[in-house]
């Protein structure tokens, strides 16, 4: 009885183990996408019911090349300052300048159209409202502000194309004067830099506050933007710069000595720039 037991119990076994197998084997065959999901690899599914890995398939959208790359939601417009109560004034402040943080790309004048309207807007919204602003703008305000002010202005200038060959070897170079290049992006920086100057020129920012934000790094990213090849920028810049030299006394002699270390790095480093005559 035993013997005849035992003999059985490996039959047994075998036969498990071998439809264990079988199993394993066949969801195998029927889901291809398991050894893509074994590895760690995640999986994307495309409109043609097939899995490629989101590693290959994800494709970097890059702005301009005067901007950092950003990525462009849908834009809500927010309700107005004159629908909330002056208690809620200060933090819709606020809600705007993060929907205007948002840096739309501005090489295809069709894209994204209706949300750069909705940005133009609300720039304009906020303009206005620091114009007629009568209570202290409160630090939080300030803060956002000037993050506003820094991802919307302070960016990378493509490198210089144009042909220097002409100013080199004589003098007959420099009776030749280049074109101006525009920005396309300027509708939008038109706005930000009189949202800038305008809230610098406020007498609701308290300058003792305002200094901690307008501080030397932002004195200093603005100064960079004086390279800039379109001079309704660099003109912009210069009455900004005066009103921050005005409103900050604690700034100016950092002002003045960033001011000639620009003019020290033309004559000694780079013998090139823009805003040269507007500094």
Same mark, same amino acid.
């Given at each position: ?28 065959? /029927? ?10 690899? #995640? =999986? ?32 809500? #417009? ?6 909330? #109560? ?8 606020? /809600?705007?300048? &993060?929907? *205007? ?8 004048? &069709? ?15 906020? !303009? ?13 305000? =300030? ?9 919307? %202005? ?11 060959? +002409? ?21 939008? %920086? ?9 809230? !610098?020129? +406020? ?9 901690? $934000?307008?501080?030397?790094?932002? =004195?200093?990213? %603005? %100064? ?11 003109? *912009? ?24 270390? =620009?003019? $020290? ?8 720039? &823009? ?5």
């Amino acid at each position: 009885m035993l013997k005849q037991f035992f003999n059985k119990l490996p039959r047994k076994s075998s036969s498990a183990s071998s439809s264990k197998s079988g199993t394993l084997s066949g969801s195998g065959q /029927s889901n291809p996408g398991n050894g893509a999901a074994a590895s760690g690899i #995640p =999986i994307q599914r495309t409109s043609s019911s097939t899995a490629a890995p989101t590693r290959s398939a994800t494709v970097k959208r890059m702005s301009s090349a005067v901007f950092p790359s950003s990525v462009v939601a849908g834009i809500e #417009p927010l309700v107005s300052f004159k629908d909330v #109560p002056n208690g809620e004034k200060p933090n819709l402040f606020v /809600s705007k300048l &993060n929907l *205007c943080c948002i840096v739309f790309d501005f090489s295809d004048p &069709n894209k994204n159209s209706a949300e750069k309207d909705i940005k133009r807007q609300t720039l304009l919204e906020l !303009i206005e409202y620091v114009n007629s602003a009568n209570a202290r703008f409160t630090e939080q305000m =300030i803060a956002s502000s000037c993050k506003m002010f820094a991802v919307n %202005l302070f960016r990378v200038f493509p490198p210089n194309y144009r042909s220097n060959s +002409s100013g080199g070897g004589g003098g007959g170079g420099e009776a030749e004067e280049e074109e101006p290049m525009f920005d396309p992006a300027w509708p939008h %920086l038109q706005l930000v830099y009189d949202l800038l100057l305008k809230f !610098i020129g +406020s007498s609701a920012l308290d300058a003792k506050v305002g200094k901690k $934000y307008f501080d030397h790094s932002f =004195i200093l990213r %603005l %100064l960079d933007l004086f390279d800039s090849e379109d001079p309704r920028e660099r003109d *912009c810049l210069k009455t900004i710069l005066h009103r921050i030299y005005g409103k900050f006394m604690v700034h100016r002699p950092f002002v003045r000595k960033s001011v000639s270390n =620009i003019f $020290y790095r033309f004559v000694f480093e780079t013998d090139r720039h &823009n805003g040269l005559q507007s500094c």
